[in-house]
């Protein structure tokens, strides 16, 4: 019986990592329109946080027991930093990303959330002491004129999007960067799906009480089908199975560069589905503001020469 050679599994392997992650980043892009979803049947950004992280947590936690159950154990010393991940990266980007979809659109809380490699980069230097090369420092600059140019900065008399918009969606690229801080600090005694649990499952928690003092917009998709499917849906497939499937496909593909540059598909499938389902659109000098972002991705995920 013929044998594979080396190459062909590694080709194989890249195909299957190329597959996985744009699956995950096409499940990504429909978050926007869950989220309207959700707002329309009169949810809050922070009742959104909150169903996204109590529905997702549970279907991780399942994955863990059946297949690796030895990673629930951590330490109690990572607790802090658990918990501090729960906060940061996942109840408050899970409110700030929701509040920027319903304050400004699906496309440009989408474009705006793609500050977060910029955000890394800048933060990563000031708390790690990271070198921002000339590369990175390009990537930076290209990524907030970029964000100028989405929101309409060059005419402050006429912003495209409105204050709250742009701050939240700043805010939403911002606690989204966390993610990739903290996990520098997680991935070094716990496997992803590890920091990712119970980062779910302390998000929920810090959200909980908020959850109290809005509890007709908590209970309000509960009353219909509808609301149930937004529901399950966002916390299952973009949320815990967008995760799986990321987290998969980096491990057939073996180059996180690679995969954060074919991830920037999210952003398009978002501003798309924002354009065919809730005819939302962009200007001219919008679209070119997102090309600038997409770029600037793309130069912070090449490799130095």
Do not use: C
Not at 50 to 70: C, H, K, N
Not at 160 to 183: K, Q
């Amino acid at each position: 019986m013929a044998t594979l050679g080396v190459d062909t599994i590694v080709e194989q392997n890249h195909r299957i990592g190329i597959g996985l992650i744009l699956a995950a980043a096409l499940l990504w892009g429909t978050l926007g329109i869950a989220f309207r979803g959700l707002q329309e049947l009169g949810t809050t950004s922070v009742a959104i946080g909150f169903w996204r992280a109590i529905v997702a947590a549970p279907v991780v936690g399942l994955i863990l027991v059946v297949r690796q159950p030895a990673h629930l154990k951590v330490a109690m010393r990572d607790v802090p930093l658990l918990l501090g991940y729960g906060l940061v990266s996942v109840a408050m980007f899970f409110v700030v990303y929701a509040a920027a979809v319903q304050s400004a659109s699906v496309a440009v809380a989408a474009v705006l959330l793609y500050t977060a490699p910029a955000w890394v980069i800048v933060l990563a230097a000031l708390l790690f002491r990271e070198t921002i090369t000339l590369q990175k420092g390009i990537a930076v600059v290209l990524t907030f004129i970029g964000v100028a140019l989405v929101a309409g900065l060059s005419d402050i008399g006429n912003l495209n999007v409105s204050f709250w918009g742009l701050i939240t969606g700043l805010g939403a690229g911002f606690t989204y960067a966390t993610f990739s801080l903290f996990g520098k600090a997680a991935l070094k005694n716990y496997a992803p799906i590890t920091t990712i649990f119970y980062g779910l499952l302390f998000g929920a928690l810090f959200l909980l009480p908020f959850v109290w003092h809005e509890w007709d917009a908590f209970l309000a998709p509960l009353t219909s089908i509808q609301g149930w499917g937004w529901i399950l849906y966002m916390g299952i497939l973009p949320t815990a199975g967008r995760f799986w499937l990321y987290m998969a496909g980096l491990g057939y593909l073996g180059d996180a560069g690679r995969a954060s540059v074919l991830a920037t598909l999210e952003p398009v499938v978002a501003a798309l589905l924002g354009f065919l389902v809730l005819n939302e659109g962009l200007s001219a000098v919008q679209l070119a503001g997102g090309g600038l972002v997409l770029v600037g991705i793309v130069v912070s995920s090449m490799k130095s020469s």
